[in-house]
């Protein structure tokens, strides 16, 4: 019934997109800055390959590749640059570096002249990289003795392997999303159809599991633009034949009430883990039975053809039917009156009520101290309208600024944070670039392959809509598709195009000016590993191999004040007063309005028997809600006496993360 199957090699396009997100996903998402420079450094050696071997490598190049090209590198430079005002070179560094990656992967992308069918293939090999990572996440979650979640993970919501529920929620989303077109394009082989219809369950299990409610809306925002954007022919059959199948397998996943729970490790837990499990599998089964008899369905349906003149009729009675179908159900479910509610309990509400039961939160319409992160970046914005406070410094501001007792790193809002971070040129510059590959997925929907433009706008629009609501940005698993999509259907497809055989000399230029680019993430790369054994031989008491991790971090990379921090620590340990001073100090130069510095700084003049209590004030006040901070201040400004002064800093915690 299916027919030979064939398996279509992945285009670069989908290789990069594919490759990259399985790999960042199984790397914290890419979080880490060491991570990240890899991933960049393997894109910069990709695109040195591309230069020397392909005759024409920029032939795909088009103009919105450029557009969108140039403002990320314009972007890329700003955030560079606004280490001039931060006075934090390493944070500006970290930033621009992640910038580069997504830089690295546009180029690449879009140099390549599009052929058809490669956007549809970079969507599926995106697709299939998200189940993979679902498929290892949800393991964790059903089988926990055989497949147990790492200890540093937060067990209350299903968040690995990428260790953040939310980044989970919005991937495993986009590949809902991208799962229902697979298995309803008629574009698709017949293999593929059933492929992702089998899958569907798996990935809609792996969003329930995040209880992240942002992704879940992300995620019906963009099936409901595929259906009213690609009007697919096979939507009845996909819904009865995989969707039956996902609700199925989801609503057995939301009744496992021990599996929603801080300890669903337990026996009981993972009891309701094998049933799921089990009815998960029979629900993966079923959908591909079921999908191969609707195969049946979808060629009959596929042997209409209606004249050309009822085309345009029928397809606007369509839509106007799909329209009148979604306002009579908003009326029927007083829709306007229900997002009135949710209005005002979002804007009313503070943080979620703590419960022992996650899927108690679906319910809850609380901002969860979105609206907190909001305004501190507003303020910051307002206060530095054009250039920001610079690259990195969000948390800066928060710790500052916070009417919460809690730490965030990121400001939960890309576009916010852009604009606290690096001003009105920061948000322009990236809104061009996000925007050029979305125009490019708005352009095709009138062409020949408008099903898998459909797709990627509607996964791309809740994508961007989501990152106005966390920081997806931060996390280049959940992000880096989009951009490698983006810029294969942005690209030319060569036959027009003006791209010039390169010579040797702008060859050699061209590689030379990828060496030039691979500095910064090779030096971040190189030095993450020794910071991160420095900061855990620290946390232990090696102070000897601490040193020795720290120093060599510090010869790769010296402008990272973390490295600093654990030799002023260290040498305070070890009675070398000045030392640890001049150390801290410097730590403190890289990093001038972070706490922990001045904190540091403070602890280490204390045991020295220098005055610290200029240090500890000025720690106080840049971040007043820190119990560490508030408490040194006040213990050290309530005397005069060194020993005093000692005992105190002796006593005092470290707050090396």
């Known amino acids: 019934m299916i027919g030979r199957v064939r398996v279509p090699l992945p285009t670069i396009a989908a290789g990069v ?73 390493a944070r500006a560094l970290i930033e621009f570096d992640r910038t580069l990656l997504y830089l690295l992967v546009l180029i690449v992308c879009g140099s390549v002249a599009r052929r058809p069918g490669a ?82 369950p798996l990935v809609a299990v792996t969003l329930l599991f995040t209880f992240s409610r942002g992704a879940m809306a992300a995620t019906l925002l963009g099936l409901v633009a595929y259906v009213v954007l690609a009007l697919p022919r096979g939507l009845l059959v996909g819904l009865l034949t995989a969707g039956i199948p996902a609700a199925t397998a989801t609503s057995k996943a939301y009744a496992a009430e021990q599996l929603a729970h801080v300890d669903y490790a337990n026996a009981a837990g993972q009891a309701q883990g094998r049933s799921v499990l089990l009815v998960l599998i029979v629900s ?81 319409l609380g901002n969860n101290g979105r609206l907190a992160n909001w305004r501190v970046a507003r303020d910051a914005f307002e206060a530095h309208p054009f250039n920001g406070t610079g690259a990195g410094t969000y948390r800066l501001d928060w710790e500052r600024d916070r009417p919460l007792l809690f730490q965030v790193v990121n400001a939960h809002s890309l576009y916010l944070e852009v604009l606290a971070e690096l001003g009105l040129p920061g948000l322009l510059l990236l809104a061009i670039a996000l925007g050029a590959l979305l125009l490019a997925g708005v352009l095709g929907l009138r062409g020949p392959e408008r099903r898998a433009h459909a797709a990627f706008v509607a996964a791309s629009l809740g994508l961007l809509v989501h990152a106005g609501v966390d920081w997806d940005w931060q996390m280049p698993a959940v992000f880096v598709w989009f951009v490698a999509a983006g810029a294969v259907a942005a690209a030319s497809s060569g036959r027009a195009s ?118 500890a004030a000025r720690a106080h006040a840049l971040n007043p809600r820190e119990p560490l901070a508030r ?15 000692r005992r105190i800093a002796a006593g005092s915690r470290i707050p090396v993360q």
Do not use: K
């Not at 390959?49 to 969108?68: D, E, H, M, Q």
């Not at 229902?180 to 159809?193: F, G, K, M, P, Y």
């Not at 040194?632 to 002064?645: I, V």
């Open 498 to 615: 003006r791209a010039a055989t390169l010579g040797r000399v702008p060859r050699i230029v061209a590689s030379l000016a990828c060496l030039l680019l691979a500095v910064t993430p090779f030096t971040i790369a190189a030095s993450e590993g020794p910071l991160e054994s420095a900061t855990a031989a620290l946390l232990r008491g090696d102070c000897p191999l601490a040193v020795d991790r720290a120093i060599t971090s510090l010869d790769r990379l010296s402008v990272r004040p973390e490295a600093y921090e654990v030799l002023g620590y260290c040498d305070a340990r070890g009675g070398r007063g000045g030392l640890a001073i001049s150390a801290m100090r410097a730590a403190e130069s890289r990093d001038p309005d972070n706490w922990q510095y001045a904190y540091g700084l403070a602890v280490v003049q204390s045991l020295a028997g220098a005055d610290p209590r200029a240090a």
């Open 17 to 89: 997109a594919g490759a990259l997100t399985v790999w960042l996903g199984f790397r914290a998402g890419g979080f880490f800055p060491g991570t990240v420079g890899m991933a960049t450094l393997l894109m910069l050696l990709i695109l040195v390959l591309r230069i020397s071997i392909a005759n024409r490598p920029f032939v795909g190049w088009s103009r919105l590749v450029a557009v969108a090209a140039a403002a990320l590198a314009a972007f890329a430079a700003w955030t560079l640059v606004s280490s001039a005002w931060s006075h934090a070179p």
């Open 284 to 364: 993966m089964v079923a959908a591909t039975v079921l999908r191969t008899f609707g195969l049946l369905a979808d060629r009959r349906i596929d042997a209409i053809h209606l004249p050309d003149r009822w085309r345009r009729p029928v397809l606007g009675a369509a839509t106007g039917l799909v329209v009148v179908a979604l306002v009579v159900t908003a009326v029927a479910i007083d829709l306007p009156g229900r997002l009135s509610d949710a209005r005002n309990s979002f804007t009313r509400g503070g943080l979620l009520t703590v419960t022992t039961d996650s899927r108690q939160r679906l319910t809850q």
């Open 119 to 200: 956007l549809g293939s970079t969507l599926r090999w995106t697709a299939m990289a998200i189940v993979v990572i679902c498929a290892a996440g949800t393991l964790t979650r059903v089988l926990p003795g055989t497949f147990p979640a790492p200890e540093s993970i937060a067990p209350q919501r299903l968040s690995g392997p990428l260790t953040y529920w939310n980044a989970l929620g919005i991937l495993s989303g986009t590949g809902v999303i991208l799962l229902a077109h697979l298995t309803v394009s008629r574009d698709e082989l017949a293999a593929v159809r059933v492929a992702a219809a089998a899958a569907l």
């Open 631 to 645: 408490d040194l201040d006040r213990a050290l400004s309530g005397t005069e006496r060194r020993t005093r002064w």
